[in-house]
């Protein structure tokens, strides 16, 4: 019977370890759209931007991943972005136990972008941090907590909980894009290069 019940975990770890959207050692998903992009939000101006629920393509295998289809409009002084308060998916998890950890993203676009992700804390302040060149087959971003920064100091996670994550495709050119997102998770090991 021992010898069952050991082979039986064994083989659950290795399962959930090919699982799309399971989480090994301390990561926990936060969003996978497997069940679509209910509590996303967007925010435009001179420009327009639809989410939708994409189940034709998703990251490591997923069900299908968060689709941003934009358009800029000529001209200057546009702005647009989507976000999500992610304080439902804590589940009562504080941000302090992830203050050494990293934040990470599955990313694709149909051009390569620069994606501005902000972390909009409780202290009122917007940290940033900058992905360049978004190719256009599914990419890993580990993003460290210390590499988002406001005004050259880094947000520290002991002091300050994260009360919005905001995803800002930049602008390239004039005609319409698509951007997509997939598996965004968290994790309290710092992030490994």
Not at 46 to 59: P, V
Not at 70 to 85: D, K, L, V
Not at 147 to 161: E, Y
Request: one cysteine or more.
């Amino acid at each position: 019977m021992k010898r069952t019940l050991i082979a039986l975990c064994a083989l659950l770890a290795l399962v959930s370890a090919g699982i799309p959207g399971m989480a090994a050692g301390t990561d926990k998903v936060l969003y996978s759209f497997d069940k679509g992009t209910d509590g996303w939000w967007t925010f435009a101006n001179g420009a327009t931007l639809k989410l939708s629920n994409d189940a034709t393509t998703g990251a490591g295998g997923s069900a299908s991943s968060l689709l941003a289809s934009y358009q800029w409009q000529p001209g200057g002084g546009s702005y647009m972005g989507i976000g999500i308060q992610p304080k439902w998916s804590m589940a009562g998890d504080a941000w302090s136990n992830y203050n050494k950890g990293h934040i990470t993203f599955n990313l694709k676009s149909d051009v390569a972008i620069t994606a501005r992700i902000e972390l909009r804390a409780s202290d009122k302040k917007t940290y940033t941090f900058h992905v360049t060149d978004v190719p256009s087959a599914w990419k890993t971003y580990a993003i460290g907590f210390d590499k988002f920064v406001n005004d050259g100091k880094g947000i520290d996670l002991s002091a300050v909980d994260i009360d919005q994550i905001v995803v800002v495709p930049q602008k390239v050119n004039d005609d319409a894009h698509s951007f997509w997102m997939d598996n965004i998770s968290i994790s309290k090991d710092p992030a490994t290069p």
